[in-house]
């Protein structure tokens, strides 16, 4: 079955950097998505960014746009945030669409399966 293993999360300072990774496993879909998503305590969970398996074509949140980038590797999507701020913190999860119509590829609606999460935390 589709697995999501999220890994990389952890402590930084303010204006430091991180990056998540999410190994996905347990599909031979050619047409798919892979989202990064984040849910900050009693908020709503937000979409990050995403990225199409057809095309590579990526997707950001206005919020992240510009810091956090999306690559795929091989078996994997990672997900570089730079100049990391109060803003950010939270569970960061991964989530796999299938199809992915890239209508709405930030919406946590397109997605079907999900990573557990890693949590990343800015403090000085």
């Known amino acids: 079955q589709v697995q999501l293993v999220e890994s990389g999360g952890g402590l930084v300072q303010p204006g430091g950097s991180l990056r998540l990774s999410c190994a996905a496993s347990?599909?031979?879909?050619?047409?798919?998505?892979i989202g990064w998503f984040r849910q900050a305590p009693g908020k709503a969970r937000e979409g990050v960014s995403s990225?199409?398996?057809?095309?590579?074509g990526t997707y950001y949140a206005d919020s992240v746009q510009g810091r956090f980038t999306i690559s795929r590797g091989k078996n994997t999507v990672d997900l570089q945030m730079n100049s990391l701020n109060p803003d950010d913190p939270a569970v960061y999860y991964c989530?796999?669409?299938?199809?992915?119509?890239?209508?709405?590829?930030?919406?946590?609606?397109?997605?079907?399966?999900w990573g557990q999460g890693t949590q990343v935390t800015v403090s000085s």
């Open positions: 989530a796999l669409a299938h199809p992915f119509t890239g209508f709405d590829p930030l919406s946590d609606h397109e997605y079907d399966y």
């Open positions: 347990g599909f031979t879909w050619n047409v798919y998505g």
């Open positions: 990225i199409s398996s057809v095309d590579g």
